[in-house]
T-cell receptor, first 117, second 109 residues
Framework: GAGVSQSPRYKVAKRGQDVALRCDPI?????LFWYQQALGQGPEFLTY????????KSGLPSDRFFAERPEGSVSTLKIQRTQQEDSAVYLC???????????????FGQGTRLTVV | DAKTTQPPSMDCAEGRAANLPCNHS???????VYWYRQIHSQGPQYIIH???NNETNEMASLIITEDRKSSTLILPHATLRDTAVYYC??????????FGPGTSLSVIP
C-alpha cells in the first residue's frame, strides 16, 4: 500500500496483559514516530526513530512502554502489564524520504485503538 | 518548542471561506509553521507549511504575518468534509512535533 499501515486497528486487552502494536511505514521513509492520543485530546509524542536508531524516547510514559525498529522499517510499540490509563489511540507516522531529512511532511496511519478492561 | 494559541472551536458556512488563526509569538527564526488536520477517527493529515512567505496549494492557503508571530490558514470554499480539528505546529523539522489542542472546525450546511 501507499500509506502508513497500522495493525491491529482495534485491540481490547485485559488489565495486566502485554500488547504489541505494529506500524508499517511508507517504504523508504527514514523517520518514524509514535504518538498516543487520549479521547478528546491532541496526539502526544511518545518516541522517534531515524532508521533503526531510537533518537528520542522522552515521551514514553513509563518503563512499561517499549518501542523498536530493528531493521529500520517496521516498528513495534509494546506495552507491558497494561493499565486502564493506557487506553488510547496509538498513532504511527513516517516522513523523510531518504536524503531529505528536513522540511518534510509526515504521513500518519489510521491508528490502533487500545481499550484496557 | 514554540507555544501556540488557537481558538478551541469555530463554525463556517458551507461554501464560504474558513479562516483559522494561530498565534505563535515565541516561534524561532528557523521554525516552519505546519498545519495538520484530523478528521474524526482518522490519523492527522498534512495540509501546508511555510517559513516566511505566504503559501498556497490545492488544499489551502497559509498567510504568515511579517513578524511571523501569527498565521492564518484559509480554506477558500469549505465543504462538509472539511469538518475536523486543525492543528498549527511550529517546528524546525519533523523530528519532534508537539500537537496542541487545535481548533475544532464545524462546517455547517
Amino acid at each position: 500500500g501507499a500509506g502508513v499501515s497500522q495493525s491491529p486497528r482495534y485491540k481490547v486487552a485485559k488489565r495486566g496483559q502485554d500488547v504489541a502494536l505494529r506500524c508499517d511505514p511508507i517504504s523508504g521513509h527514514v523517520s518514524l514516530f509514535w504518538y498516543q492520543q487520549a479521547l478528546g485530546q491532541g496526539p502526544e509524542f511518545l518516541t522517534y526513530f531515524q532508521n533503526e536508531a531510537q533518537l528520542d524516547k522522552s515521551g514514553l510514559p513509563s518503563d512499561r512502554f517499549f518501542a523498536e525498529r530493528p531493521e529500520g522499517s517496521v516498528s513495534t510499540l509494546k506495552i507491558q502489564r497494561t493499565q486502564q490509563e493506557d487506553s488510547a489511540v496509538y498513532l504511527c507516522a513516517s516522513s523523510s524520504p531518504l536524503g531529505q531529512l528536513k522540511n518534510t511532511e509526515a504521513f500518519f496511519g489510521q491508528g490502533t485503538r487500545l481499550t484496557v478492561v | 518548542d514554540a507555544k501556540t494559541t488557537q481558538p478551541p472551536s469555530m463554525d463556517c458556512a458551507e461554501g464560504r471561506a474558513a479562516n483559522l488563526p494561530c498565534n505563535h509569538s515565541t516561534i524561532s527564526g528557523n521554525e516552519y509553521v505546519y498545519w495538520y488536520r484530523q478528521i474524526h477517527s482518522q490519523g492527522p493529515q498534512y495540509i501546508i507549511h511555510g517559513l516566511k512567505n505566504n503559501e498556497t496549494n490545492e488544499m489551502a492557503s497559509l498567510i504568515i504575518t511579517e513578524d511571523r508571530k501569527s498565521s492564518t490558514l484559509i480554506l477558500p470554499h469549505a465543504t462538509l468534509r472539511d469538518t475536523a480539528v486543525y492543528y498549527c505546529i511550529p517546528a524546525i523539522s519533523y523530528d519532534k512535533v508537539i500537537f496542541g489542542p487545535g481548533t475544532s472546525l464545524s462546517v455547517i450546511p
